[in-house]
Structure formats: structure tokens, C-alpha cells
């Protein structure tokens, strides 16, 4: 019979992740039209949440011209948007793009023309990022009040990136102006943030800083205490979140091309959970009964977050020259601690407790130089390198208890590597009408014992038909030396990263991609694209149901496969001074292979074939503007059993295949609307209210399945997020 992953069984962890984790989805924000530098007409795509506007660069800017899906989202745009507690997020707007699955709602799950979700790259300011979420995913790491823009590629990748192998989100923040002081004070549901920066030494230096805080915390306990006062007697529960992050930035200009600024980013997270359940019964002791009772407790305590410091100089060695070198740390932890206790009562008194703690840690420190070479107007050759030395450090105690008699346990790994690449990639256009980047990546990664070496070559190329129609094709070769090692499906931080060793290959990919850009007149645009990509050395947790990682046994406890995706994207839109309406459709296909599991390719968890997203924005003035979004995507995947075979005494199931059930589609609507006002003193208030899910849609996030007293089988569909109003305040200085 084939072996099928498991999850974690169910557990006070789980239930109150799953229970707590939400964020909601996005709007669209239309189309507009602009000239590039030689005049000629320039499409801008746009998506956003709400007001957040991605922007797919169509000029014939040398240095992304050849880059296909190249998607900007710039810092003027975040304002507002449809999302749950009317908070704006840069991972949520990057999930409606066709291409990207999202995952479980409200969560920053981001699958990438089939990706595994952990094969991401994620860079602040050019530093890796690996916690990129907040309560697993209700916001995302990156505050959008200091964000200057972002990049995002999911094919077509620049030989400048690496060390991932599905998709890039390059963030950029702002340094501040060295003209004059800004900043924005947003106040929402259950979050407020602050942002202000401005001039040091005006024309020379400057600042910015941004903090956020969440004040769930403050909202917990009146509820809890009203829980528990409605509760059942002798059944209390206790619990708490919240979590802030900060990023600040100085930078100095010696001269208008030589500049250093210093970066920070720390984020952190904490929640803690206790649920206390008091019984009492008879038992038998010397011939007589009597009452005994006692308390079955479970308590969590869970602290997670990154620390970002970052050096970067920029200067411009002569004209057509110019070189930036980034010097940093990135880390990364997690902290869990977990107790249970338990009495049961039968003819006898009987307990057992177990307390367990888990450490992950990851820290990076590294340089790299990125050199822009021009020797012609039509030719850009960028190169560089880079050096990265890795430190993977995760660890587990337990200690259970079954009547005084005590089983410890301890396990923990240290892994160090250096990684080193080297780039080179060259920009060309021809005729004024093709644009070609060609570029070669070669990357070293070295642990105790074992030296990798791989080639990742890269080929974009875009011919421009006419100014009406571009066509554009690519091929991309991707490497990942690190492995997100996990237990579940939910990013939670129970997981741990871990290296590539002699044992397990890092995970590579191949892709081909293309498509046909038209801009039509009268501000409609459409475009048609294709991907088909293969993913080789992917892991699969083979063990039995467990919260936690194994890490004595990780290199044997988890399946090595492979995987593929290939699909058709398709966008339209149409956009006028007050109105614009977008669409979206992805058709695509998501699958695995592992022979150890099932001798055939199944499909993913997320292989969601179809996807749809309408979106719509209306400026009815200065002062008002509404907004709509409608995401269609088919439902989930999960593995359950077709029946049950009964050979005597023992109940056996039996399965078809891995992600056998398809679970009911996905839909909701979402609406809001923005309230402007500009006062006399030139400071912009901004009101925004919004309601997400507006027609309740009972959406299964997972499904119960449960026997029967005959040992047939039954599932039970579980919605947890109902139609959620929201509300938020923005005053900008």
C-alpha cells in the first residue's frame, strides 16, 4: 500500500493558528498610459489593494526592457485598500496576479506557477528576508509607510538574483528627503503605526524611520474574560498576541553619485496560550472510593521575528560605470514552548505531562558588488559576486512525565556554509525593436563534508512588433541550497530552516515562459502569457503526525521528489480619468512526483485550476473613491480515505491517491471606499471603510474527518472567516 504525508495531529497549537491566522485579499486598481523617454507609448498594468498600484514597466528602459513579468509597485500608491482591518499589504496585492495561488485564506501563502511556498526570495533592500509574515500571515513583515517600491519577478529571472527558485520580491524602502521633514500616522482595528523622516543636514543627510504595533493584545483580554465567564465551570482559558516591527535608515551623500546609508530592520512576534479544564471522579483506593480531581493544562509560549543591519554604498565610478556593495546581517528565530498536562480517571488515579521546547535559528552574514557597465546607449553588461556565510543552529528539549517516572530528551543540529556566486548578464537592443538580457549565474555552496557547484543560465527576450503589440520569451535556471523543514502546511514557526548536505540536493528549477502584450485603443489592454516549469529534489514529510520537525533523522525522514507546472495567464483591463476594471484568469495545472508515496505524478495541495479575479475602482471626486474586487479560484486539495478494508479485526484504509478530494471552490466579494480631505494646513485625512467576504461565503479552510460507528467515513467542511468590517484613520504630514 503507498505511504501518504501526514499533517500534525490536531493540538491547542494548531487549533488556535488556525482559528487566529487571517488577512484578507485585494483590489485592482485599472490601467493608465505614460511615454518612455523616446516617446513612444508606454503601458502601465496596474494591481493594488485598493489604492496600492503594481505597475508591469512596458518602456524600453535597457535594464528591464528583456525581463518578462517584471511587476513594480510603487511607494505613492500604498494608501489604502480592501483588506481586512483596513491595513494595506504588499504580499496580499502580489496574490492576485495570475500565477500566484495563495494558499489557506488570509494567509501570506504565496505558491508561484506551482511553487512550494518556501522558494521565495524575499529581499529588504537587498537583504534576504526569512520570517516575511506576522501571525502567520494576517500582515506581512514589510511596512508599506516606509516602502519605496517593489519589484516582483515570477519568471524571467535577471541573473542578479539567485538562491531561490520560484519567484523574487525585491523591496525597496525610502531613504527620506533630504528637502524636507514627511510622515503618516495611521490608526486601524487593531494595529497603529507611525512614520516620519526628513533632513539631517539638508542636501547632505537624511532619515526615515516607521513603527508598527498591533494592540491585539488589548482586545484579547476582555474577551477572554468574557469567554471564561460564560464558559463551562472549571474551564478557563488565558492567551495574549501582539507584535511591532521597526525599520530606520540614515543616508549620507558625499557627492550626487556617492552615497552610504545604514539600515535596520527588527520585527517580532509573541503569543501565549493556556487553556485550564478542571474534573474530578471516583476511584477506587483500599476497598473504598473516593473523589479525587485534578486539572489537565496546556500552555504555549511562542516568540518568532527577523533582525535586518545592512551597509550599502552606491557610487558612480565614471559615467558609464557604476558599482553598489551591500554589506549585512539578516537572522532569523523562532521560540517554542509547549506544556501539557493531563489527569485521567479510570480505576485508578493516573497523569502524565509533557514539556517541550523548540529553537530554530538561522543567521547570515555577507557581502556583495553589483557592477552597471554602459558601454553604448543600446548595451548594458551588469555583473558582480557576492558571499554568504550561513549558520543553521535549530534545537529540541522534552521531558515527559507518566507518574513520576521522567523520559528526557534533547536533539539539536549545527550546520555552517559558505555560498559564493558570481554573475554576469548582458543587455542588448537591436533595431530599436528587440531587446535581449543574457546572462549566466554561478553559485558555490559549501557545508562540512560536501561542495556543490551549479550553472544557472538566464535568456529574456522581447521583440516589439509594433507600438500596439510587444512578444516576449524566456528561460530560467534556478537553484535553492536552503530547505524550509516542516511538519505541516501552515507557515508557522514550529518550522526550521536546514542546508543542503551531502544527503539532500538543493531543489532546482527550469522554466520556459512567453507571451503577447497588446495595448489596444481607447486605454484597453490585454495580454496572453504561458509558462511550463519543472522542480527537481522537493521534500515531503514522511514521518508519523508531529508539531515538531525531526532532526536527528531529517535527511531520512523526508521523501525526495519532483514536481511541474504549466498553465495560460490572461489579463484584460480598461481604464478612463475615473474608472477602471480589471480581470484576471489563470488556467493551470500544479503536480508532484514521489516515488516513495505514489508511483505516478498527483496533484498539488494548491493546484487551483482555475483562478479568476474581477476588479474595479470608481473615483466618483477628489474627496471619494469606491472600490470592488470578486476572487474565483477552484478549491484546495487534500489527501482522504475512499474506504475502509477490514481483514478480521483490523480496519485498514485505503486511499486512491495523494490530494484525491478536491475541496468547494473559493469565492467572496469585497468592497470599501476611501473619504479624503485635505485641510487648510495642507495635511491629508483619509477615512477608509471596508467590508471584506460582503456576502458571507462559508469558504473551507480544512475539512474533519470522522468514522462512523460502522467505520465508514465522513468529512465535515470548517469555515472559519465570516464577513469582516473594517475601519482606519490616515492623517499624512
Not at 167 to 196: A, C, K, M, P, W
Not at 570 to 594: C, H, I, M, N, V
Not at 683 to 693: S, T
Request: proline fraction near 3%; glycine fraction near 8%.
Amino acid at each position: 500500500m503507498a505511504v501518504f504525508p501526514r499533517t500534525c495531529a490536531a493540538c491547542g497549537i494548531c487549533a488556535f493558528f488556525l482559528s487566529v491566522f487571517a488577512v484578507k485579499g485585494n483590489t485592482c486598481r485599472g490601467a493608465a498610459d505614460s511615454l518612455d523617454v523616446a516617446g513612444r507609448s508606454v503601458e502601465e498594468q496596474t494591481d493594488s489593494i485598493a489604492e496600492a498600484r503594481i505597475t508591469a514597466d512596458r518602456s524600453l528602459d535597457r535594464e528591464v526592457a528583456a525581463e518578462k513579468e517584471f511587476s513594480r509597485l510603487e511607494e505613492a500608491d500604498f494608501i489604502y485598500g480592501n483588506v481586512v482591518f483596513s491595513t494595506p499589504d504588499l504580499i496580499k496585492t502580489i496574490q492576485t496576479l495570475p500565477g500566484v495561488a495563495s494558499g489557506t485564506e488570509l494567509m501570506s501563502g504565496l505558491y508561484v506557477h506551482g511553487g512550494e511556498g518556501s522558494d521565495n526570495l524575499f529581499l529588504l533592500d537587498g537583504v534576504p528576508m526569512y520570517q516575511i509574515s506576522h501571525l502567520g500571515g494576517l500582515f506581512s513583515s514589510f511596512n508599506t509607510d516606509i516602502v519605496d517600491h517593489l519589484d516582483f519577478y515570477k519568471s524571467g529571472f535577471p541573473a542578479r538574483y539567485g538562491g531561490r527558485m520560484s519567484s523574487v520580491v525585491d523591496v525597496v524602502t525610502d531613504n527620506g528627503s533630504f528637502d524636507e521633514y514627511h510622515g503618516t500616522f495611521r490608526i486601524g482595528l487593531i494595529d497603529g503605526r507611525l512614520q516620519f523622516g526628513g533632513p539631517v543636514i539638508k542636501d547632505r543627510m537624511s532619515f526615515n524611520v516607521a513603527v508598527r504595533r498591533s494592540w491585539l493584545d488589548a482586545v484579547l483580554a476582555p474577551a477572554i474574560a468574557i469567554a471564561n465567564k460564560r464558559g463551562k465551570e472549571g474551564e478557563t482559558i488565558g492567551g495574549t498576541y501582539a507584535f511591532y516591527d521597526m525599520n530606520a535608515s540614515a543616508a549620507y551623500k558625499f557627492k550626487e553619485d556617492n552615497m552610504l546609508t545604514v539600515r535596520f530592520y527588527h520585527g517580532r512576534d509573541h503569543l501565549e496560550l493556556e487553556l485550564d479544564t478542571r474534573q474530578s471522579s471516583s476511584v477506587q483506593e483500599d476497598g473504598d472510593y473516593i473523589t479525587v480531581s485534578g486539572t489537565d493544562n496546556l500552555q504555549t509560549d511562542i516568540t518568532w521575528g527577523n533582525t535586518i543591519a545592512s551597509i550599502d554604498w552606491t557610487y558612480g565610478i565614471r559615467d558609464d560605470l557604476k558599482m553598489k556593495t551591500v554589506l549585512y546581517y539578516t537572522g532569523s528565530s523562532a521560540d517554542v514552548s509547549y506544556f501539557w498536562h493531563n489527569w485521567e480517571f479510570d480505576e485508578t488515579e493516573y497523569n502524565m505531562s509533557m514539556d517541550e521546547t523548540n529553537y530554530s535559528r538561522i543567521h547570515d552574514m555577507a557581502v556583495k558588488s553589483d557592477f552597471d557597465w554602459s558601454p553604448a546607449e543600446s548595451h548594458d553588461i551588469g555583473f558582480g559576486a557576492s558571499y554568504q556565510y550561513h549558520i543553521y543552529d535549530p534545537s529540541r528539549k522534552s521531558l515527559t512525565e507518566v507518574d513520576a517516572i521522567q523520559d528526557e530528551k534533547s536533539s539539536s543540529l549545527h550546520y555552517s556554509g559558505h555560498e559564493i556566486s558570481l554573475y554576469a548578464e548582458d543587455r542588448m537592443s537591436f533595431l530599436d525593436m528587440i531587446h535581449l538580457n543574457l546572462g549566466l549565474r554561478y553559485a558555490i555552496f559549501s557545508v562540512p563534508g560536501k561542495t556543490m557547484h551549479r550553472a544557472e543560465p538566464r535568456l529574456a527576450l522581447e521583440v516589439e512588433c509594433c507600438k500596439a503589440v510587444d512578444f516576449k520569451v524566456s528561460y530560467t535556471e534556478m537553484n535553492q541550497f536552503a530547505h524550509l523543514i516542516s511538519t505541516t502546511y501552515l507557515d508557522i514557526p514550529t518550522n526550521c530552516w536546514l542546508p543542503s548536505t551531502s544527503e539532500i540536493a538543493p531543489m532546482h528549477s527550469r522554466q520556459v515562459a512567453g507571451g503577447v502584450y497588446c495595448r489596444f485603443p481607447h486605454k484597453f489592454r490585454f495580454n496572453l502569457e504561458g509558462w511550463y516549469k519543472t522542480m527537481d529534489n522537493l521534500l515531503e514529510y514522511s514521518g508519523a503526525n508531529s508539531l515538531f520537525p525531526p532532526l536527528d533523522t531529517w535527511e531520512t525522514a523526508f521523501n525526495k521528489g519532483k514536481g511541474r507546472s504549466y498553465g495560460l495567464e490572461t489579463g484584460l483591463g480598461w481604464s478612463s480619468e475615473k474608472l477602471s476594471l480589471t480581470a484576471y484568469y489563470t488556467l493551470s495545472w500544479s503536480q508532484r512526483r514521489f516515488e516513495d508515496i505514489w508511483p505516478g505524478w498527483y496533484p498539488h495541495r494548491y493546484d487551483n485550476r482555475h483562478k479568476l479575479t474581477l476588479m474595479g475602482e470608481w473615483k466618483v471626486c477628489k474627496a471619494v473613491e469606491f472600490y470592488a474586487s470578486w476572487n474565483y479560484h477552484s478549491g484546495n486539495r487534500m489527501t482522504v480515505a475512499s474506504h475502509i478494508y477490514n481483514p478480521g479485526e483490523v480496519f485498514d484504509r485505503i486511499y486512491t491517491e495523494p490530494n484525491n478530494v478536491v475541496l468547494p471552490d473559493y469565492h467572496r466579494l469585497d468592497i470599501g471606499v476611501n473619504f479624503r480631505k485635505i485641510s487648510a494646513k495642507g495635511l491629508e485625512h483619509v477615512w477608509n471603510i471596508g467590508i471584506y467576504n460582503v456576502y458571507n461565503r462559508k469558504n473551507v479552510v480544512f475539512v474533519a474527518v470522522s468514522e462512523r460507528e460502522d467505520k465508514s467515513l465522513y468529512g465535515t467542511g470548517r469555515a472559519i472567516f465570516p464577513i469582516i468590517p473594517s475601519f482606519s484613520y490616515c492623517l499624512e504630514f
